[in-house]
């Protein structure tokens, strides 16, 4: 084969591979400029360039901020939007309370020894018993008491049949003063003999509420021995939440049910309202004294009491007008045609499909009743300094701070 046939079989394969590298590196060439190919120089990050944006603080009063939005009447109609004026009128909702019995403290009685020993004898074992008035309770031993009655005795023994002296006084005060009662002195009198055992006895009727010591205990005075309480009297303690009892007055009237006693709702008055709120709660304790000789109301049983509140004279609006974030509470009034202004307010009473308004609006100003947080949304949007076009007919971004009010009116 001579050369030139040679170099001819060569030259293809050199010219198509050339143009296969022409035509990739064309290829290559827009891609970069596409920006499309992933090792794209456009893509390299510089070493010293930081990783990632700070973060922007956050406003925290743009959070809250909303500004006012105005509205044509082919906005608002597309809107829904409905406006509805404040109204001034006399409620007199009843309030609702759960009620707990307990036991009437002035009936509640505490037992104590009067002096020091040793409980040798227990007359009353079970707690919840049923205990007379002068019932024996407790058998206590106490050397001091024993070693007084022979003293007394010794001193009678002295006297002999004549008068009584200043030394036999002063030993029966003593006996009387460690807690033995007149049939018990007069008993040793006439048997000669003192009592090893001092008993204590039920100072009046009712039932063992608790009972902390058992045979062997060792008391003295600052000992409980048992507590009783008289039932046939008792307290209803009802829990008012703070947002609904400032009506409640000593004589206001209600009516209590106890529906788990088989006990016909009763009227009743109250007693005593406490002078401090419970801070766990929340609530007012409200006091009733109830009658309970037949025993149907024991302590821990829980009820219902409604109060019928005095009418009062008070601002509301619907409860759809009230935007609520949580933090805050407001609406939005009607200030001029098309003008919605914000406005925070102070809420009272929740009545079923109204809400009293105590601060922050007036009587007969029209606020947004209906398509209010699609007005709630473009007044954010204001306020964080976006476009205003998602309403028909907005115009103007005016922001008005939500410390800004109308001055406040109170329905009490």
């Known amino acids: 084969m001579t050369e030139q046939q040679t170099m001819s079989r060569l030259r293809a394969p050199i010219l198509g591979g050339a143009t296969v590298g022409l035509v990739l590196a064309a290829v290559l060439g827009i891609q970069h400029l596409r920006h499309g190919w992933p090792f794209s120089l456009h893509h390299l990050v510089p070493a010293t360039a930081p990783l990632a944006a ?7 009063h743009a959070a809250h901020a909303r500004a006012v939005v105005e509205l044509d009447d082919v906005g608002l109609e ?14 007199a909702q009843r309030v609702r309370a759960t009620v707990t019995v307990v036991p009437d403290e002035a009936r509640v009685v505490h037992l104590h020894a009067r002096i020091s020993g040793w409980v040798e004898v227990l007359h009353a074992t079970t707690t919840g018993q049923d205990v007379r008035a002068g019932a024996p309770l407790v058998g206590i031993f ?5 070693a007084s009655q022979v003293e007394y005795l010794s001193a009678l023994q002295s006297a002999g049949a004549g008068p009584r002296s200043a030394i036999v006084d002063g030993a029966r005060s003593r006996l009387r003063v460690l807690g033995m009662g007149d049939a018990e002195v007069r008993d040793i009198e006439r048997s000669g003999k003192p009592h090893r055992l001092v008993t204590l006895t039920a ?27 008289d039932l046939s009297r008792v307290w209803a303690i009802a829990e008012v939440p703070e947002s609904e009892a400032a009506g409640i007055a000593p004589g206001m009237p209600a009516q209590l049910d106890f529906a788990a006693a088989g006990k016909q709702i009763a009227d009743a008055k109250v007693e005593f309202v406490a002078p401090t709120l419970t801070e766990r709660t929340r609530t007012l304790k409200v006091r009733f004294s109830l009658d309970n000789r037949d025993g149907a109301l024991r302590p821990g049983l829980y009820g219902t009491a409604s109060f019928a509140a005095a009418p009062r004279e008070v601002v509301t609006v619907p409860r759809d007008a009230v935007v609520d974030t949580g933090e805050r509470q407001h609406v939005f009034v009607a200030t001029a ?11 009272g009473t929740r009545m079923a499909d109204r809400v009293e308004i105590r601060s922050g609006l007036a009587a007969g100003e029209n606020v947004v009743a209906a398509g209010v947080f699609l007005i709630d949304s473009e007044s954010r949007l204001r306020a964080s300094g976006g476009a205003g076009g998602h309403a028909h007919g907005a115009a103007g971004r005016e922001e008005v701070p939500e410390q800004k009010a109308k001055p406040e009116h109170s329905g009490h």
């Open 54 to 60: 700070a973060p922007a603080p956050v406003d925290a």
């Open 78 to 91: 597309r809107g829904g939007v409905r406006l509805e004026a404040a109204r001034a009128e006399s409620i």
């Open 142 to 146: 106490s050397q001091e008491l024993y």
């Open 203 to 229: 100072p009046s009727g009712g039932v063992l509420l608790r009972r902390p010591v058992a045979p062997g205990s060792a008391v003295d005075p600052s000992t409980e021995i048992v507590t009783l309480a």
């Open 337 to 347: 045609p098309g003008r919605l202004e914000p406005r925070t307010v102070t809420l």
